[in-house]
């Protein structure tokens, strides 16, 4: 399969380094430390370890789709490196050539992949891959994931970076927008890169503009610590949960330490693309930083596979609370009944959902957005029709850094007299005494 090549390796590398050469930033091993051979880091912070696994090494659990998938397109992988997360990112799907050994692409996928310059890459982990169809290009998820000809179509209103969140950083890599937290990109890296992704600009080409080093995570350090108006800081990428333990522990502890940071939360995708990174040495690890919470990106339920319901429970267990993050896509999750039924498996995964995102308005994302009324729809179709823990809150992330924006369909009828009119989830409509309020002022009723 594809393997990362020499100059995207030495790209990758340009991130954060696990442990500096010259400092001791962690404590040292208490027991000796067995010599080991290496490959390249990758980005990851650590070398990664290529002796072979021993045959009584724990596997993360695999279901049967996965072990036919493994078998038939990696054959000469065993289960052992199948449930390795770094396998899984050392032999993620990078190229023409690995998406043809797996997939019958159409013309227009095809042509698309090969067009590609300096946009976007293709990057498909082996395990997200075994969950696509392999023959029918408008298989939901490889949608997300296989480029196609519209990606290069750049209508009105779209573009490169339309939260503005360049405009609103601090210092480089530290998105400082609400009055009380911090967005901190700590990466540029994905397992996977998916098509309608608002940080395209800077994920995917590490090297570029957009550089993520240790000098880089100390500049945005340094303005949280001089700013105690920051209580809460999002983590996020790129994706966070693709750095090593030791970095992200490093990461986590700094901000630990600033002691008016009271909340800290990872935006990661890992869990759903990459489930097996979820070890129990990195949930033993995140322990140690509580309150610490994590949201995930999920997007339909072919998604809530045997693989993820062990990821989210290391995860829950661990003490970790879980909540959502859904981006609406058209012809992918536009529908009541899709959504419904992937509330709620998050549900039962212990997963809270938290945000329905209408899709961001993105240079050549317009084959994926919905008109906003679908959003509404779909939060129409959810509000009392099942648990309202299952209901998301749809959001616009405003462009041009407006922040998220909630809407609602429209339950609150108009106003007569001392009553508030109010519509329930049936279509009916109930009175609510409300003397002293203005609330339906604005649309008051007709006279019967």
Same mark, same amino acid.
């Given at each position: ?29 208490? $027991? ?14 650590? @070398? ?34 199948? &449930? ?14 690995? /998406? ?12 698309? +992949?090969?067009?590609?310059?300096? #946009? ?50 601090? !210092? ?63 983590? &996020? ?26 909340? !800290?939360?990872?935006?990661?995708? +890992? ?9 129990? #040495?990195?949930?033993? *690890? ?51 009944? +899709?959504?419904?039924?992937? *509330? ?5 995964? $212990? ?24 959003? /509404? ?13 299952? +209901?998301?809150?749809? !959001?616009?992330?405003? @462009? ?30 109930? $009175? ?17």
């Amino acid at each position: 399969m594809d393997t990362p090549s020499a100059e995207g390796t030495a790209a990758e590398l340009a991130e954060p380094p696990g442990r500096p050469a010259t400092t001791s930033l962690f404590p040292l091993p208490t $027991r000796p430390r067995i010599a080991r051979r290496t490959e390249p880091t990758h980005g990851l912070g650590s @070398p990664v370890d290529s002796r072979p696994k021993r045959a009584t090494a724990s596997l993360f659990p695999a279901s049967a789709e996965t072990r036919a998938f493994l078998k038939r397109h990696f054959p000469d992988a065993s289960l052992t490196e199948w &449930s390795d997360w770094r396998w899984q990112l050392r032999n993620r799907i990078r190229s023409l050539e690995a /998406l043809e050994a797996i997939f019958t692409l159409s013309d227009d996928e095809r042509e698309a +992949v090969s067009a590609r310059g300096r #946009s976007l890459p293709v990057g498909i982990t082996p395990y997200y891959a075994s969950l696509m169809s392999r023959t029918d290009p408008n298989d939901p998820l490889r949608r997300t994931h296989i480029p196609v000809g519209t990606e290069y179509l750049r209508t009105p209103g779209e573009a490169d970076d339309p939260l503005g969140e360049d405009h609103d950083a601090a !210092v480089p890599g530290l998105v400082h927008r609400y009055p009380d937290r911090v967005l901190f990109l700590s990466t540029g890296f994905c397992s996977t890169y998916c098509r309608y992704c608002t940080r395209s600009r800077m994920v995917g080409e590490p090297g570029g503009e957009y550089s993520f080093s240790r000098s880089q995570w100390d500049k945005a350090l340094a303005y949280i610590e001089a700013h105690p108006e920051i209580r809460d800081v999002l983590i &996020s990428g790129g994706d966070p949960l693709t750095l090593a333990d030791d970095k992200l522990d490093y990461l986590l502890g700094r901000l630990r330490a600033i002691k008016h940071v009271e909340f !800290v939360r990872l935006g990661s995708k +890992v869990p759903v693309v990459l489930p097996m990174r979820i070890t129990r #040495s990195l949930t033993k *690890m995140l322990r140690k930083h509580h309150p610490l919470w994590m949201s995930i990106h999920f997007t339909h339920p072919v998604e809530l596979t045997r693989e993820i319901t062990e990821a989210t429970s290391r995860l829950a267990d661990a003490g970790i609370p879980l909540g959502s993050q859904t981006v609406l896509l058209k012809g992918i999750n536009d529908d009541v009944a +899709v959504m419904k039924k992937l *509330m709620h498996g998050l549900l039962m995964r $212990r997963v809270k959902p938290y945000y329905l995102y209408q899709c961001d308005p993105i240079t050549g994302s317009s084959h994926f957005r919905t008109p906003v009324a679908k959003g /509404l729809e779909i939060i129409e179709g959810l509000r009392g029709h099942t648990t309202g823990y299952a +209901v998301p809150t749809f !959001v616009i992330d405003a @462009p041009g850094g407006g922040g998220k924006i909630p809407l609602l369909p429209e339950y609150l009828v108009g106003r007569e007299g001392d009553d508030v009119i109010l519509r329930n989830f049936e279509g009916n409509t109930y $009175r609510y005494p409300d003397p002293e309020g203005t609330a339906g002022a604005a649309r008051p009723l007709d006279a019967a």
